[in-house]
């Protein structure tokens, strides 16, 4: 038996977690496993313009699987800009997750 074999078949007799079995696959494929992965890429997500004036404070999913999004102001002087890109904002979180996922975006000063 070789060296490789040895390698191969220890690797294998041990148990493995999902996602070190897995690695890097779901991110290189592009699945969205769940909302806290919009708060893990918000900054990838929104872009710099938006991203820099805001932080994502909360995410409530709804039983239709929507949901409900609490954006919060780095300032509160940028929330009457932000509720000017509502729309803008809602596209990006839709785009990202293939489907229309926000239902509601509201504002916390």
Do not use: C
């Not at 220890?10 to 079995?21: C, D, F, K, N, V």
């Not at 872009?47 to 909360?58: H, M, R, Y």
Request: positive net charge; hydrophobic residues 40%.
């Amino acid at each position: 038996m070789s060296n490789q074999t040895k390698k191969i078949d220890s690797r294998y007799s041990r148990p493995q977690t999902i996602a070190g079995a897995l690695g890097g696959l779901i991110r290189i494929f592009g699945v969205r496993a769940s909302d806290s992965d919009l708060l893990a890429r918000w900054a990838d997500i929104m872009g710099a313009d938006i991203a820099s004036v805001a932080s994502l404070a909360a995410i409530k999913k709804n039983r239709d699987n929507t949901f409900n999004v609490v954006i919060r102001p780095t300032n509160p002087a940028y929330a009457l800009q932000l509720s000017y890109q509502r729309d803008e904002i809602i596209t990006r979180i839709n785009k990202y997750f293939g489907y229309d996922a926000v239902s509601k975006i509201s504002f916390r000063k």
